[in-house]
């Protein structure tokens, strides 16, 4: 089993930015993906970006060249930047890993953190 434990959440102004942390303890050191996921009121969760341990990453549309993504193997953490902020990605942001190599790792769930984007 993998625990995911997600921290950095919290209020933003419209075009400010945040970084969002995870950590993996447990069985990490089979992890082959790690992503994050946005979840708003009302909404389906969704993929914002994901990235394996050899480095192939991709972030949601919506959000190139605003969001990055970068993992540190060594530490077993998954870091989400996220700059120029929206009101419309105000959410849960939850944290997901998996033992595949793959750009949707859904196996194990953070708890989630939330981020709110207003003025």
């Known amino acids: 089993q993998v625990q995911l434990v997600e921290s950095g959440g919290g209020l933003v102004q419209p075009g400010g930015s945040l970084t969002l942390s995870c950590a993996a303890s447990g069985n990490y050191f089979a992890i082959n993906a790690m992503g994050w996921y946005r979840q708003a009121p009302g909404k389906e969760r969704e993929l914002v970006a994901a990235?394996?341990?050899?480095?192939?990453?991709k972030v949601a549309d919506s959000a190139k060249g605003r969001f990055s993504i970068s993992r540190d193997n060594a530490k077993n953490t998954a870091t989400l930047q996220m700059n120029r902020l929206k009101p419309e990605e105000t959410g849960v942001y939850y944290c997901g890993a998996s033992y595949d190599y793959t750009l949707n790792p859904t196996d194990f769930w953070g708890q989630g953190t939330q981020v709110t984007v207003s003025s």
């Open positions: 990235i394996t341990s050899g480095g192939t990453s």
